[in-house]
């Protein structure tokens, strides 16, 4: 059974094979996308186990991406195809260093997710339940889902890691500040970026996050700000993680990729500095390739880096 279970949308992404505004584009490659699946492929590559649950449209994109996750070495044995509604779709515009993403996923396959989908028995068995914050913003049944994944975790002592993810287009005009809230204090590992912290809790500064989160119960934190480095925490002790070094192409999954180095840290009874370093390698070569998952390391890569990183400092 999957060390880690995570539930979530993965989209097909039509990726531009050159930079500009996409009306002078007119070739592209077609890749996946999705935070949850992301963190799933990033465990894996690193040598652990991890199951995904999702719905995805009977359809070519909907193949595409199970294919893609399944090769992957994820288990994606509860992944429901859906006849009545079309998997998610995302095209991304680069240039001048920043990605730009445009949704078309509203009434998609992965919206329909409903607590009915979920199999209590196959639950049982993770380590880690991983959620994040877009998941129950896509529509009042996959709100459902996550808070039936959640209070299942909390009453079975299994794990809940939980990255809010905030997606301003997913919020549209309402506000889930609450939702969010509510999800990262329950949470046994939080990993969240400094504006996040400061949407929800109401503070970037990383020591006031983490004595906030500590008071909730949180047992780990990570908090991520991109280039400028991370911290993480646990009950006992704080560390400043150094940004890796590296020649960025495409940022975005790097923040799924530290998620899933810092949790295979956690999972193998590393010492917090180790994974937090590992989680800063992870996020840092995800980068250096388009897509997503594409430059997501794998355990001996990763150890190599880590044995020739840099010191972590107080």
């Given at each position: ?196 912290a400061y949407q929800i809790i109401g ?17 780990w934190i990570g908090v991520k700000d ?89």
């Amino acid at each position: 059974m999957p060390e880690l279970i995570t539930i979530g949308e993965t989209m097909a992404v039509m990726s531009p094979r050159e930079q500009g505004p996409l009306r002078y584009v007119g070739d592209y490659k077609l890749r996946m996308a999705g935070a949850e699946s992301n963190v799933a492929v990033g465990l894996c590559k690193l040598g652990h186990t991890a199951g995904w649950i999702s719905r995805l449209g009977e359809d070519e994109m909907g193949a595409y991406v199970l294919n893609a996750v399944r090769a992957e070495g994820v288990d994606c044995s509860h992944v429901l195809l859906d006849p009545d509604h079309r998997t998610g779709l995302m095209l991304k515009e680069m240039g001048n260093g920043e990605t730009k993403v445009y949704y078309y996923r509203e009434n998609s396959a992965a919206s329909h997710l409903c607590p009915k989908d979920l199999d209590k028995r196959y639950l049982s068995k993770a380590k880690i339940i991983h959620l994040t914050g877009i998941t129950p913003v896509l529509s009042k049944s996959c709100e459902a889902a996550v808070d039936h994944m959640a209070a299942y975790a909390k009453q079975k002592g299994i794990l809940l890691s939980f990255d809010p993810n905030i997606r301003k287009k997913l919020w549209k005009d309402k506000d889930y500040t609450g939702l969010m809230q509510s999800l990262l204090y329950m949470s046994d590992i939080a990993l969240l970026g400094r504006d996040e912290a400061y949407q929800i809790i109401g503070t970037d500064d990383p020591e006031e996050i983490v004595i906030k989160l500590r008071s909730e119960g949180v047992r780990w934190i990570g908090v991520k700000d991109g280039g400028n480095g991370a911290w993480v925490a646990d009950s006992e002790s704080m560390e400043f993680v150094a940004p890796y070094p590296c020649r960025t192409i495409d940022p975005i999954g790097a923040g799924d990729a530290f998620n899933a180095a810092f949790l295979a840290g956690i999972l193998e009874g590393r010492p917090l500095a180790e994974s937090g370093q590992m989680a800063a390698i992870a996020g840092a070569l995800a980068t250096e390739t388009p897509g997503d998952i594409e430059g997501y390391p794998s355990m001996k890569q990763l150890e190599m880096k880590l044995n020739a990183g840099k010191e972590i400092y107080r």
